[in-house]
């Protein structure tokens, strides 16, 4: 991942004390369905699956179906599988033999979604099967407080990323991931580095460089029905009927950030399946002048999503930075002609060189190529030269 070169990384090892029969028995429980998990998603997506996304998709469900596992888990299952897949990819291209990966060992992943680190306690929670029941464990430090361990788990530059869970001869063992940021990044090692740019609109929610597309169209069915019932409540005028006006919009509103979060995820999910350093999204500032007609977002709508975006890119160890909008949709990506009449609604098509493309696909690839081309770096040092497409990434000159 591109994103390895910014930080400095570190492994906490240390033994597990379980507190009870029934705790040790959960996660034996969990341990196992996990392996099961990862089998049923190598037997999936073998052959046909080469990211994480694309492993996710063929194989989320069935493990949830088929495990006991809740969907954090099964999604970190779906990832193990994809860096499994990868490596064997790997191998074949340089002639070696690589065969279908297995999981047979006792070992399970966790990440900061499903494994909570408290430092003063010396004690970590475990989520195990389903999503929400958790178990506490011991951590057994060494006596000595001079022990490395210490180092990580009370050092406020080192935050906790993720980590691993082993079970051997009997006993617990968890190897906790570490990270801090360089603060020598080395532009050498990074100037390979690579965007995702992203594009929000109307009738898709979002689109991204790499031809990712979120329709609204459901969302915006479902923002005109609530808009339809409650012009109807506010004819009938009745006190139970504003009663229910209030009960709707806050339904609508729970409704729409459920959509955003799950949006947001993908982009963020997007950028980490093309090994991108970072997100680049459109400066929203005069969002009201740029899509006067807009339905489904309000401006509120795109704020919560972009704050969503930021959220959870750094939670990743991505940056997001934003764009001035200006001819980012009205720019032909393959020749750089830019012309008002060049968009047509969802339809692009190029008054000079004639290449034809979705608008909005056409903008996303624009906005990172725009911030590659206008000079913008990232902050804190690193640095970006290339933009993620569907397939490979292309450097702008
Ligand atoms: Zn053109």
Same mark, same amino acid.
């Given at each position: 991942?591109?994103?390895?070169d910014?930080?400095?990384?570190?492994?906490?090892?240390?033994?597990?004390?379980?507190?009870?029969?029934?705790?040790?028995?959960?996660?034996?429980?969990?341990?196992?369905?996990?392996r099961?998990?990862?089998?049923?998603?190598?037997?999936?997506?073998?052959?046909?699956?080469?990211?994480?996304?694309?492993?996710?998709?063929h194989?989320?469900?069935?493990?949830?179906?088929?495990?006991?596992?809740?969907?954090?888990?099964?999604?970190?299952?779906?990832?193990?599988?994809?860096?499994?897949?990868?490596?064997?990819?790997?191998?074949?291209?340089? %002639?070696?033999?690589?065969? *279908?990966?297995?999981? +047979? #060992?006792?070992?399970?992943? @966790? /990440?900061?979604?499903? &494994?909570?680190?408290?430092?003063?306690?010396?004690?970590?929670?475990?989520?195990?099967?389903?999503?929400?029941?958790?178990?506490?464990?011991?951590?057994?430090?060494?006596?000595?407080?001079?022990?490395?361990?210490?180092?990580?788990?009370?050092d406020?530059?080192?935050?906790?990323?993720?980590?691993?869970?082993?079970?051997?001869?009997?006993?617990?063992?968890?190897?906790?991931?570490?990270?801090?940021?360089?603060?020598?990044?080395?532009?050498?090692?990074?100037?390979?580095?690579?965007?995702?740019?992203? %594009?929000?609109?109307?009738n *898709?929610?979002?689109? +991204? #460089?790499?031809?990712?597309f @979120? /329709?609204?169209?459901? &969302?915006?069915?479902?923002?005109?029905?609530?808009?339809?019932?409650?012009?109807?409540l506010?004819?009938?005028?009745?006190?139970?009927?504003?009663?229910?006006?209030?009960?709707?919009?806050?339904?609508?509103?729970?409704?729409?950030?459920?959509?955003?979060?799950?949006?947001?995820?993908?982009i963020?999910?997007?950028?980490?399946?093309?090994?991108?350093?970072?997100?680049?999204?459109?400066?929203?500032?005069?969002?009201?002048?740029?899509?006067?007609?807009?339905?489904?977002?309000?401006?509120?709508?795109?704020?919560?999503?972009?704050?969503?975006?930021?959220?959870?890119?750094?939670?990743?160890?991505?940056?997001?930075?934003? &764009?001035?909008?200006?001819?980012?949709?009205?720019?032909?990506?393959?020749?750089?002609?830019?012309?008002?009449?060049?968009?047509?609604?969802?339809?692009?098509?190029?008054?000079?060189?004639?290449?034809?493309?979705?608008?909005?696909?056409?903008?996303?690839?624009?906005?990172?190529?725009?911030?590659?081309?206008?000079?913008?770096?990232?902050?804190?040092?690193?640095?970006?030269s290339?933009?993620?497409?569907?397939?490979?990434?292309?450097?702008?000159?």
């Open positions: 991942m591109a994103s390895d910014e930080y400095h990384r570190r492994t906490l090892i240390t033994r597990l004390e379980l507190r009870s029969a029934e705790d040790e028995q959960l996660l034996l429980n969990t341990i196992d369905e996990w099961d998990s990862c089998n049923i998603g190598s037997d999936l997506a073998w052959e046909t699956c080469h990211t994480k996304s694309d492993v996710r998709n194989a989320k469900e069935t493990i949830k179906q088929q495990t006991g596992l809740g969907d954090q888990h099964a999604t970190l299952a779906c990832h193990e599988v994809a860096g499994a897949i990868k490596s064997c990819i790997e191998r074949r291209k340089q %002639d070696k033999k690589a065969s *279908q990966p297995q999981f +047979t #060992s006792r070992s399970m992943t @966790f /990440d900061r979604r499903t &494994l909570t680190v408290f430092p003063d306690q010396e004690k970590i929670t475990l989520t195990t099967l389903g999503d929400h029941s958790r178990v506490h464990a011991d951590l057994a430090l060494p006596e000595n407080p001079d022990g490395y361990q210490y180092d990580y788990l009370t406020d530059e080192w935050a906790y990323t993720e980590s691993t869970l082993h079970y051997r001869n009997g006993e617990w063992f968890i190897h906790l991931g570490y990270r801090t940021p360089r603060d020598d990044a080395d532009e050498s090692t990074t100037q390979h580095g690579a965007v995702l740019g992203v %594009d929000f609109g109307v *898709q929610i979002a689109v +991204t #460089s790499t031809a990712q @979120f /329709d609204a169209g459901e &969302l915006n069915h479902y923002r005109r029905e609530c808009k339809r019932v409650r012009g109807e506010q004819e009938t005028g009745t006190q139970s009927a504003h009663r229910t006006i209030d009960q709707l919009s806050g339904r609508e509103q729970r409704y729409v950030k459920h959509i955003l979060h799950s949006v947001a995820n993908g963020v999910e997007e950028a980490l399946d093309h090994d991108c350093a970072g997100i680049i999204l459109e400066d929203l500032s005069d969002i009201r002048d740029n899509l006067p007609f807009a339905q489904w977002h309000s401006e509120w709508a795109f704020r919560k999503l972009k704050d969503f975006v930021e959220y959870k890119a750094e939670y990743e160890g991505l940056f997001v930075d934003t &764009l001035d909008p200006r001819n980012t949709s009205k720019r032909c990506n393959e020749c750089g002609f830019v012309h008002d009449e060049n968009r047509h609604s969802e339809a692009f098509e190029c008054r000079r060189c004639g290449k034809q493309n979705h608008a909005d696909y056409n903008a996303a690839k624009n906005v990172a190529e725009l911030y590659l081309l206008r000079g913008h770096q990232p902050p804190r040092g690193r640095s970006v290339q933009y993620a497409l569907k397939s490979g990434s292309r450097t702008p000159t």
